[in-house]
């Protein structure tokens, strides 16, 4: 049967988003269906977050998901996504309680529900999500392992500007002294792990290196948090054994934006 594929967006579309977008239409093939949904959902933004300032760019999105092969795009109101009176939401107990869940509580079963309905509503065999958000498709997957939903989920490498810097669309806050300095957090997170391959297994030695990193190269940067945690459970990790999996994640503010990136250390 000709697989429909969906790509979850919040909109304010760039090209890591384009790429999933591109990797959803190879999935599906000629004879598959491409949807895109845009909804910037209120459920997962806490009280002053950035909700309200959230790029709304309806119009080049739609164009954007056009050219890189969508068959359709669902772009619902608000008020057609829940109901005034809702009362039945998702609640994850475990994966979000660490990373950026500890500075931004409810927002990953936020996530969950708008995921779940989006995947109700489409009903599609496959989703595409970039691994920039890993802990977000940990989750997703999680959910979807729990209550036996029937998609099944793809997750993409993040798309890099040329140095470095993940592509997001909170980007567009950083003034270009912050932009500047943004990348440092990519490089931060490589040099943790060249030293990782070079035999350096101790959490507390791979953090410094990050910290001193962005101390140096991204001063106006404040580190919200540093994790290095199990690629799985996303169990923190006083020790990173050469032949497990691990993931080190990281998010910073700069000024008002919060930017995440991370990075995996995977035995060779
Ligand atoms: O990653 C995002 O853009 C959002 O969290 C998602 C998955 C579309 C749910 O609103």
């Given at each position: 049967m000709a697989p429909v594929v969906l790509v979850p967006t919040m909109g304010a579309l760039h090209q890591g988003h384009l790429d999933l977008v591109r990797e959803a239409r190879r999935l599906a093939g000629d004879s598959g269906q491409v949807a895109v949904s845009i909804f910037v959902n209120p459920l997962q933004f806490g009280p002053g977050e950035d909700l309200d300032r959230y790029p709304r760019t309806l119009e080049s999105d739609v164009a954007g998901c056009r050219e890189a092969g969508a068959d359709l795009v669902f772009a619902p109101s608000n008020s057609q996504i829940y109901h005034p009176d809702r009362s039945i939401q998702i609640i994850e107990q475990a994966?979000?309680?660490?990373?950026c869940g500890t500075s931004r509580p409810g927002h990953f079963d936020g996530v969950c529900t708008v995921v779940a309905k989006l995947f109700n509503l489409v009903q599609p065999d496959a989703a595409v999500f970039g691994k920039k958000d890993f802990q977000q498709l940990a989750i997703i997957r999680r959910m979807v392992r729990d209550l036996d939903i029937p998609v099944s989920l793809h997750g993409m490498e993040t798309v890099r500007e040329a140095d470095g810097l993940a592509m997001s669309?909170?980007?567009?806050?950083?003034t270009p002294e912050e932009r500047a300095q943004a990348p440092a957090l990519r490089a931060a997170l490589e040099k943790a792990l060249a030293a990782w391959h070079m035999g350096i297994t101790a959490a507390t030695r791979l953090r410094d290196l990050v910290a001193e990193h962005l101390a140096t190269h991204a001063p106006l940067g404040r580190v919200d948090y540093l994790g290095l945690v199990?690629?799985?459970?996303l169990e923190a990790k006083a020790v990173l054994p050469a032949n497990q999996h691990h993931l080190i994640a990281i998010a910073v503010f700069f000024g008002g934006a919060r930017l995440i990136d991370n990075i995996e250390l995977v035995p060779k």
């Open positions: 994966l979000s309680k660490v990373l669309s909170r980007n567009r806050y950083l199990d690629a799985s459970s």
